[in-house]
């Protein structure tokens, strides 16, 4: 599976920004999905992840209620729709895919993923 991200950009504190994950290959529906950032100088943290038919979701803590994960599985993509976005938000954002069976937070555990994007939130 190869794992195309945008949508990242520069965007006000309060504003929303709408990311996207285009997934090569036809057995997308078989992976869990997850979203993942990177601040400079910080370890890759868990965003949000959502199972294979997209009936489950799950979120961090510092985005919950403020970020929704969604996909299409017949379009080989999936969405994080960020709104009330932070400076404390800024990083690089990263889509995975991962073999395990419903979802999971842990990093080790994704088998592909995306270049990522880079989301900037100013003050």
């Known amino acids: 599976v190869q794992l195309q991200a945008s949508g990242g950009g520069l965007v006000q504190a309060g504003g929303s920004l709408r990311l996207s994950c285009a997934a090569s290959?036809?057995?997308?529906?078989?992976?869990?999905m997850g979203w993942f950032r990177q601040a400079p100088g910080k370890e890759r943290e868990f965003v949000a992840a959502?199972?294979?038919?997209?009936?489950?979701?799950y979120y961090a803590d510092s985005v919950k209620g403020r970020f929704t994960m969604s996909r299409d599985n017949a379009k080989n993509t999936v969405y994080l729709q960020m709104n009330s976005l932070s400076p404390e938000d800024t990083a690089a954002y990263y889509c995975?895919?991962?073999?395990?069976?419903?979802?999971?937070?842990?990093?080790?555990?994704?088998?592909?993923w995306g270049q990522g994007t880079q989301v900037t939130v100013s003050s």
């Open positions: 995975a895919a991962t073999s395990i069976l419903g979802w999971t937070t842990s990093v080790a555990l994704y088998d592909y």
């Open positions: 290959g036809r057995t997308f529906s078989r992976y869990g």
């Open positions: 959502i199972s294979r038919g997209g009936a489950n979701t």
